[in-house]
């Protein structure tokens, strides 16, 4: 899901959203809520109208924006009371007031509030975390009135297998639409990341959606495919963009770098995006280094566009039964390449 943190993905238009093939954007409550405000969005049909979009969204609960402003937040058994990054004002996050303003949002597809401790928290902060979330979700279940909306729950646990399968265990029991895996991705190593995505996955019901919070790099993605998960968003195609960094089947590459140049041919041969089929390496790093916003929004085109085709990709893969051999070659060829 390319990541549209205040209503939009940067640099790009719902049109340019539907050209790449995104089926599907995400939205941050936490920061439409401080602005423009989910009752303004609601005045404008939902995100949907709000954006231009037609397509589905999901909004998340803001959750991990407030856990990652550890130094104004305070936690306690009612929410989160926290101070907003425009102006310092405070507010207090309770699960009935997240799902409200999703439902505002009109999203599709809105999170439960959760808590999201750091990956070397205590073991006793992850169980009483895993613990609340677990109560927050209830509340935010019977909160929800918007039928047309599915709700998500999240399980967490830090990297304990069996404080996962107590977070896992009770989230299930609540009974949601779909189970989102919460807590990774904030610091742990890579390896530590899959080992426990790969004690979690299986105990998630088959038949609902698997969504893996905050993964975007072309690797994780098909190693979290690999385990079972069906959807993930992050930042990091279109962050990388902004900062002049391309994805291609050969590697990231930075067009910051000099030998980028005189380089006349297309940013990736085998992607089909305006960026790769109209200008050359050399251009766009042209744009890059003079800071212009066409670069940033071509590369940020070429980023998306090179990630939902992989997904793609992936898709055919897994219909094939060929997933397996076919993800080894092809993370074996874009690691082994120079950046």
Known sequence: MPVGTKGTVKGLTPGDLRAVGAGIVLGNTY???LRP????????????????????????SGGYQVFSLAETRRISEDGVEFASVYDGSRHVFTPELTTRVQEELGS?????????????AAREYHERSLRRTARWALRCKEAHEKRDQALFG???GGLYPDLREESLGLTVEIGFDGYAVGG????????????????????????????????????????????GVDMFDCVLPTRLARHG???????????????????FGPLDPE?????????????LAHLVRENELLGHRLLTLHNVHFTVDLC?????????????????AWISRYAGSPT
């Not at 390896?191 to 426990?196: D, N």
């Not at 291609?248 to 030998?259: F, H, P, Q, S, V």
């Not at 898709?315 to 080894?328: C, L, N, P, V």
Request: charged letters at 20%; one cysteine or more; aromatic letters at 8%.
């Open 31 to 33: 920061h439409l809520y």
């Open 37 to 60: 405000g989910s009752d303004l969005v609601r005045e404008a049909g939902g995100l949907h109208g709000f954006m231009g979009w037609d397509g589905p969204v999901l909004t998340d």
């Open 108 to 120: 599709d597809i809105a999170m439960v509030l959760d808590e999201c401790p750091p990956a070397n």
């Open 154 to 156: 999240i399980v967490q």
């Open 184 to 227: 990774l991705s904030v610091g742990e190593s890579r390896q530590q990341m899959l080992e426990t995505l790969e004690c979690t996955a299986p105990g998630l019901p088959h038949e609902k959606p698997r969504y893996f919070m905050g993964i975007g790099d072309p690797v994780g993605i098909l190693q979290v495919i690999a385990l």
């Open 245 to 263: 960094a391309a994805l291609t089947a050969e590697g990231r590459i930075n067009l910051k770098n000099a030998r980028y140049r005189r380089d």
């Open 271 to 283: 992607c089909s995006c305006e960026a790769c089929t109209t200008y050359s390496k050399a251009y």
């Open 312 to 328: 793609g990709m992936a898709r055919r893969e897994i219909r094939a039964g060929t997933y397996a051999a076919w993800s080894r």
